[in-house]
């Protein structure tokens, strides 16, 4: 059971450019999040998925499309970099609400993304 | 839109001090409460939640106390060791999503 895992770990960009965030989990969970973490800033959420198939904006949503065509993937794309997208991403899952439903959130260990 | 409001910022204690973290909320119309770790360049682990209807929650040496009226919660960490250093982050939910605070980083002294 590996939990959250994100890949890439580490990227460098250059403006412009573009790439996708891939994001898995194993514990069949329905909902998915991405957040991207600043300094001396809280986590802020870009976008979230309450089901496979569905898509939502979060806070933050701008510059940044999603997909979840399969329940345990949910992908962040960027489709042409700016260095204000220079953050630390963090995806995370959570069990749907119900009778043992606690919404805890389970998170991954983050991809540092710089944008030269 | 809910503001979360985390104080202090940083945090120095000798081992074996009691910690007292702080965090604070705007609207109280939220779901659930929760503290959460996250040691550097990792991701965040959940430490304890508190549903809206609860006052407090307790895990080992960890004690969080929720007053939604107030829009207040207190996380207590007794007899602090080197281990706890980390920063702490309070999120609360609101329609399946949470609102972070900025966290309190926590340096306990050997």
């Known amino acids: 059971n590996a939990g959250v895992t994100q890949t890439p770990k580490f990227r460098v960009l250059k403006t412009g450019q573009s790439m996708t965030l891939l994001c898995a989990q194993d514990m069949n969970h329905e909902y998915m999040y991405w957040y991207r973490q600043d300094p001396g800033m809280g986590l802020r959420l870009i976008h979230y998925s309450v089901g496979e198939g569905t898509t939502a904006k979060g806070e933050v949503p701008d510059g940044y499309n999603v997909s979840r065509l399969k329940k345990q993937n949910f992908l962040l794309g960027l489709e042409s970099a700016a260095p204000s997208q220079t953050s630390v991403y963090f995806c995370?899952?959570?069990?749907?609400?119900?009778?043992?439903?606690?919404?805890?959130?389970?998170f991954g260990p983050g991809t540092r993304l710089t944008v030269l | 839109k809910q503001e979360v409001t985390q104080i202090p910022a940083a945090l120095s204690v000798p081992e074996g001090e009691n910690l007292v973290l702080n965090c604070s909320f705007t609207d109280s119309a939220i779901y659930n409460l929760q503290w959460f770790r996250q040691d550097p360049g990792k991701g965040l682990t959940s430490l304890l939640l508190?549903?809206?209807?609860?006052r407090e929650q307790t895990s080992g040496r960890l004690n969080a106390s929720l007053d939604k009226s107030s829009g207040r919660s207190t996380l207590y960490i007794a007899a602090s060791q080197p281990g706890d250093s980390a920063t702490y982050l309070c999120?609360?939910?609101?329609?399946?999503?949470?609102?972070f605070g900025a966290g309190t980083t926590v340096t306990v002294r050997a």
């Open positions: 995370a899952s959570s069990y749907p609400r119900g009778p043992l439903n606690t919404d805890t959130q389970y």
């Open positions: 508190i549903q809206s209807s609860q």
């Open positions: 999120a609360v939910t609101v329609d399946y999503k949470l609102s």
